[in-house]
């Protein structure tokens, strides 16, 4: 959603230096809606400018929505608003964005920090890509069990400005010291929702009110897992443990959107042939598409280059059956097209785990059944298409007596190839997700070619039967 008339009025506002209209501008609106007007033409001088007219919650709030290349040009050119703002930043979007910073800026910006916030960051920035460690936030609420209800929710008036979320507050055991006088997380005893402490009687405790079967998250899981958690119980918030079961942090639901929307970006682009690509289509290096987009074209040429061989295996057949040639796209296109179907199905069927590998059999027992039916139903389409549609030019090629035979040929060629290609689209998938990799690697363009090859193969030996 934009809104044409922000714009222009934020340029009035900031050229006549109007602070108070500023102020109401980042505080009565959304910091979403603040952040999509400040991003429309405004320079991160500007930005800053508006945003100084705020108090720092407001700030960070707005910060945060802000494109990353905006965030990281804004961080560069004022680093000491920088360290005031990192403070009441999320945890996990602080650490994020120090990351993408060159590495002289964080030093800069880590020297305006205090030491907590610099542990802490640290403590985030050692997890891996990809992993659930690198999606969370330290910054959860907890109490020990020992509390009546009446307390918990008195110690969590004090917490709640400086957490991300207090729906769900975490119940911890006493802390302990590792081998080496370092303290070690505090291990998870259970949850217990706000909800809960809010009915519950006063002098109830809070070991009493907790939910002690907890699904939890590894801090080294893929973070394809808290997708996959979050769509099963509905979460809003998930605890990330240890080995020890020691609480290290919380990942909340608008970081799973963030996952769900990358995976599925990932595994589109996968499936084109054209990835995976980092960051927005208009901010992605130059290079780094161009090879992504190279290494499939050329793989896809080299294995194209076999439905030449192919070809060239039936010399005399193209020779003695020159017309048939211009059935040969229609018949070929159905292959790429049923396999493109069937890999797109059993992909996501994948995905969302609502098929395995030992599944195998059943899928493919499925998609054969179908693929027959398709099949089926597009011969009786091909028959028309031969019988009424064939233009004269091709007709008067065909030997006396053989219309039926071109019919066939046609027919039972669609049939062939739409079976392999359905066959191809659902096996290739399960075939790489048993091998450990991800099934989205079998593109659309791979399979469309491998159709092709095996396409031409099936119409000329289709062509010998009749002809």
């Keep these: 959603m934009s809104h044409p008339l922000f714009g222009p009025e934020m340029k009035l506002i900031l050229a006549e230096h109007n602070t108070a209209a500023m102020r109401d501008f980042c505080e009565q609106l959304h910091p979403a809606t603040v952040a999509e007007v400040l991003d429309e033409g405004f320079t991160p001088e500007q930005i800053w400018e508006v945003l100084s007219q705020a108090d720092i919650r407001t700030q960070a709030s707005v910060f945060e929505y802000l494109p990353p290349a905006v965030q990281e040009e804004m961080a560069v050119k004022a680093r000491p608003q920088m360290g005031q703002l990192l403070t009441k930043m999320s945890h996990d979007d602080r650490a994020d964005l120090l990351q993408r910073l060159p590495p002289s800026v964080t030093e800069s910006i880590m020297r305006l920090v205090d030491e907590a916030d610099r542990q802490d960051i640290a403590k985030l920035v050692q997890y891996g890509e990809n992993t659930v460690g690198a999606l969370m936030t330290t910054d959860y609420a907890w109490l020990p069990g020992t509390l009546t209800a009446a307390e918990a929710i008195d110690q969590l008036r004090q917490q709640a400005p400086d957490r991300e979320t207090i729906y769900y507050i975490y119940i911890l055991d006493d802390a302990t010291k590792r081998a080496?006088?370092?303290?070690?997380?505090?291990?998870?005893?259970?949850?217990?929702?706000?909800?809960?402490?809010?009915?519950?009687?006063?002098?109830?405790?809070?070991?009493?009110?907790?939910?002690?079967?907890?699904?939890?998250?590894?801090?080294?899981?893929?973070?394809?897992?808290?997708?996959?958690?979050?769509?099963?119980?509905?979460?809003?918030?998930?605890?990330?443990?240890?080995?020890?079961?020691?609480?290290?942090?919380?990942?909340?639901?608008?970081?799973?959107?963030?996952?769900?929307?990358?995976?599925?970006?990932?595994?589109?682009?996968?499936?084109?042939?054209?990835?995976?690509?980092?960051?927005?289509?208009?901010?992605?290096?130059?290079?780094?598409?161009?090879?992504?987009?190279?290494?499939?074209?050329?793989?896809?040429?080299?294995?194209?280059?076999?439905?030449?061989?192919?070809?060239?295996?039936?010399?005399?057949?193209?020779?003695?059956?020159?017309?048939?040639?211009?059935?040969?796209?229609?018949?070929?296109?159905?292959?790429?097209?049923?396999?493109?179907?069937?890999?797109?199905?059993v992909i996501r069927a994948v995905a969302l785990d609502q098929i395995r590998t030992r599944d195998w059999l059943r899928v493919l027992r499925r998609e054969v059944l179908m693929a027959l039916a398709l099949a089926s139903t597009l011969g009786v389409f091909s028959i028309a298409r031969t019988y009424f549609l064939t233009p004269d030019s091709i007709l008067e090629k065909v030997p006396e007596g053989f219309f039926w035979h071109l019919n066939w040929v046609v027919t039972f060629a669609v049939m062939g190839i739409c079976l392999t290609g359905a066959v191809i689209g659902a096996a290739l998938p399960l075939l790489i997700k048993a091998a450990g990799r991800d099934p989205a690697l079998m593109s659309a363009p791979l399979i469309a070619t491998l159709s092709d090859v095996l396409g031409i193969v099936i119409f000329f030996n289709v062509v010998r039967a009749f002809f």
């Design 180 to 345: 080496d006088g370092s303290l070690a997380p505090r291990r998870l005893l259970g949850v217990v929702t706000l909800r809960d402490l809010i009915l519950a009687p006063r002098h109830a405790l809070v070991r009493d009110l907790m939910e002690t079967e907890l699904a939890t998250l590894r801090y080294d899981d893929d973070q394809e897992a808290v997708a996959k958690l979050f769509a099963r119980y509905d979460f809003l918030a998930a605890p990330v443990v240890d080995a020890q079961f020691g609480l290290l942090g919380i990942v909340t639901h608008d970081d799973v959107l963030d996952v769900v929307r990358e995976e599925a970006t990932e595994d589109l682009q996968k499936q084109g042939g054209v990835g995976p690509i980092e960051g927005d289509y208009l901010d992605a290096r130059f290079g780094n598409v161009w090879y992504n987009r190279m290494k499939w074209l050329a793989v896809l040429f080299v294995l194209q280059m076999f439905t030449i061989n192919a070809m060239a295996s039936f010399e005399s057949e193209l020779e003695r059956v020159a017309f048939l040639l211009s059935f040969i796209p229609l018949c070929l296109s159905v292959g790429g097209n049923a396999g493109s179907q069937a890999a797109t199905l």
